[in-house]
């Protein structure tokens, strides 16, 4: 089993920046990252990490977010900035264990002025 724990996001205005982070308590855990979820839309993809720190990113964060992860402590960040209000949504961080998906329970990031 794995449980996550979210912290961060809140409300910046555009051009700003917010930090998200992730920790994975239980077993260990291979790729993670996160997803976001504006009201009405589907959940997409925005950043994932392996374990050997490789990433990808949706093309709408590119440049923009950077996402890192501590295998030592479980835990992964996303890091935002020039944030638009195209990015307010709510941010789920998930895990991969095995053939199991594990999520968080989400973190708001609201962007406007």
């Known amino acids: 089993q794995v449980q996550l724990v979210e912290s961060g996001g809140g409300w910046v205005q555009p051009g700003g920046s917010l930090r998200l982070s992730c920790a994975a308590s239980?077993?260990?855990?291979?790729?993670m990252g996160w997803y976001r979820q504006a009201p009405g839309k589907e959940r997409d993809l925005v950043a994932a990490?392996?374990?050997?720190?490789?990433?990808d990113y949706a093309d709408s964060v590119k440049g923009r977010f950077t996402i890192s992860r501590d295998n030592a402590k479980n835990t992964v960040s996303l890091r935002m900035n020039s944030l638009k209000p195209e990015d307010t949504a709510r941010y789920y961080c998930?895990?991969?264990?095995?053939?199991?998906?594990?999520w968080g329970q989400g973190a708001q990031v609201s962007v406007s002025s």
């Open positions: 990490i392996t374990s050997g720190n490789r990433t």
């Open positions: 998930y895990a991969k264990r095995l053939f199991t998906t594990y």
């Open positions: 239980g077993d260990i855990v291979s790729a």
